[in-house]
């Protein structure tokens, strides 16, 4: 059995990248194979905005080598505008469909529900989330919480018994928000690095102001020992860095890269779990 560890950014179309992780001359139609070079996995969070396109899915999977995984995230009407019935019954079905390209190439590594700050603990919500991978059947569901309300034993044993994956956050230490928890609850293992600008989190005019933030040496190698204990934990792990604003996502990944190397020179991305 082969543990593989994937790493990188979440989107990787940004203008700003250019001259710090794009040439400057680049064309935006060839950043993601130029990208692909360097990572081997991209989450694709514009799908949150807008539904994915079949064509367009389809054309991203072209660019990239066979062993590269995207992941997907949700669309809004599925985590943060919910709506009731025949309403996300179609919401749903155009999200799969849009999909179904990534998934048949065998590109798609899994599906990310990233449930707002308010969408609080219940029992209903909760019977919602553990329903997930049953609804959009056709990859791994992974389950990003906000809210601490969600930070219970309960809900990770829920989560084991629906064979949906947790998402382990690094993001600011402020009272109400998800904490840094480690766990695995199913494959993949999964974690998104956000960033610990805590005075820009709840305060900001632009979205991006909330991840504008740069990973030093010493706050990445805290995780080091935790994803080591992810692999260990599961066959797939996933880590994203979401602090996209002038390219400080991809500067983060690739020193991570470097650190994850250094700490086991055995570690190429694959490990012999035999």
Not at 57 to 65: D, I, L, R, S
Not at 158 to 182: M, T, Y
Not at 194 to 207: C, L, S
């Amino acid at each position: 059995m082969f543990i593989v560890l994937y790493l990188g950014t979440a989107g990787f179309s940004y203008k700003d990248w250019k001259g710090v992780f794009y040439p400057d001359e680049m064309k935006p139609g060839d950043f993601l194979e130029y990208y692909s070079r360097f990572y081997n996995c991209v989450e694709i969070d514009y799908t949150y905005y807008r539904q994915p396109v079949p064509k367009t899915m389809e054309a991203m999977t072209k660019k990239v080598p066979p062993s590269f995984r995207f992941t997907v995230k949700a669309h809004k009407t599925l985590t943060h505008e919910i709506p009731s019935g025949s309403a996300l019954d179609k919401e749903v079905q155009t999200f799969i469909e849009g999909v179904m390209p990534m998934a048949g190439s065998g590109t798609l590594g899994c599906v990310l529900f990233q449930f707002p700050w308010s969408f609080r603990y219940s029992s209903r919500n909760l019977d919602y989330v553990t329903g997930l991978s049953t609804m959009v059947p056709v990859a791994p569901a992974v389950v990003e919480f906000r809210n601490r309300e969600w930070a219970r034993d309960d809900v990770y044993r829920a989560l084991r018994d629906a064979g949906e994956a947790f998402c382990c956050v690094d993001e600011p230490k402020l009272r109400s928000l998800f904490p840094g928890v480690v766990r695995v609850t199913a494959n993949p293992g999964y974690l998104r690095f956000h960033g610990r600008n805590a005075a820009k989190w709840f305060d900001h005019k632009e979205a991006w102001e909330r991840y504008d933030y740069l990973y030093s040496d010493e706050e990445l190698k805290e995780w080091i020992p935790k994803i080591r204990q992810m692999q260990k934990d599961s066959p797939d792990t996933y880590v994203l860095f979401n602090n996209c604003h002038r390219g400080q996502a991809a500067l983060n990944a690739s020193r991570l890269q470097e650190l994850l190397l250094l700490d086991d020179p055995q570690e190429k991305g694959e490990i012999d779990a035999d």
